[in-house]
C-alpha cells in the first residue's frame, strides 16, 4: 500500500524561516549598508522663505540629498556664489571633504562689488577670486547651533571668525549675519549670509553688478 508523502516538519520550519528572511530583508534593504535616504533639513532664518519649499523643485529636502554643486543651482538667491565657487575650480576637490559654506547672497554680492570689479575677479583674477571664496568656506559640517557652540570657526583663508548668537540670530565675525541657515547637501553644510567676507578688493563697493 502506498502512502501520501509528508512534509518534514524541521524541513518546513526552515523553509518558513528563509522565505520571512527574504520578505523582511526585501522590505528594509541591507542592514549593513548605511541608509542613503535624504533627511528633511531643518532650515531657519528671514530669507527661507524665498526658496523652495514643501514639494517645490529644489526643496530643503531634496537637496539634502545633492552635491553642494547641484544643490547651489537649486537655491535662486545664491546665483552668485554659485558662479564663484564654479569659477574658482576649488568645488572638485572639496565635494570629496564634508564643508560648511557660508554662502552670500546675491543682494550681498550686489551690495559690495561694482560690474567692473566683479568681472575682473571673474575673468582676471583668479588668485583673488580664489582667496575670496576661500573666506567662506569652513572645513568640516557644522550646523549653525555647532558653529555658535564653538564661539570661533576657522575658514580655508585661515581666517578666525568669531560666531555669536543673540536671540534667533548668528553672525559671523562683526558684520555678516545667517539669514538661512542649516541647508543640507552631500556631506555638506550651506548657511546663506547677507555679507560678503574675506578680504576684498580696494576698488570693491557699488551695486547693480551682473551677477
Not at 171 to 188: E, I, N, P, S, W
Request: charged share 20%.
Amino acid at each position: 500500500m502506498s502512502y501520501p508523502r509528508t512534509r518534514h516538519p524541521r524541513r518546513a520550519g526552515a523553509l518558513l524561516a528563509a522565505a520571512l528572511l527574504l520578505t523582511v530583508t526585501a522590505c528594509t534593504g541591507d542592514p549593513h549598508q548605511p541608509d542613503t535616504t535624504p533627511v528633511a533639513a531643518q532650515i531657519s532664518g528671514p530669507l527661507c522663505a524665498a526658496l523652495p519649499a514643501g514639494d517645490e523643485p529644489g526643496n530643503p529636502t531634496y537637496l539634502a540629498g545633492q552635491p553642494v554643486a547641484t544643490a547651489l543651482q537649486w537655491m535662486p538667491t545664491l546665483t552668485t556664489f554659485e558662479a564663484a565657487l564654479r569659477t574658482s575650480g576649488l568645488l572638485p576637490d572639496l565635494e570629496r571633504d564634508g564643508i560648511t559654506l557660508l554662502a552670500p547672497s546675491d543682494d550681498a554680492f550686489a551690495a559690495t562689488f561694482s560690474d567692473d570689479t566683479w568681472d575682473a575677479l571673474m575673468t582676471r583674477d583668479q588668485d583673488k577670486l580664489r582667496t575670496l571664496v576661500k573666506a567662506h568656506i569652513i572645513p568640516g559640517t557644522h550646523t549653525l547651533d555647532d558653529l555658535a557652540d564653538d564661539g570661533t570657526a576657522t575658514t580655508l583663508d585661515g581666517a578666525t571668525l568669531t560666531v555669536t548668537r543673540t536671540g534667533d540670530t548668528t553672525r559671523f565675525g562683526d558684520k555678516a549675519d545667517a539669514v538661512c541657515g542649516d541647508y543640507q547637501a552631500t556631506r555638506a553644510r550651506i548657511h546663506i549670509i547677507n555679507t560678503v567676507l574675506g578680504p576684498l578688493p580696494a576698488d570693491a563697493g557699488g551695486s547693480g553688478h551682473r551677477g
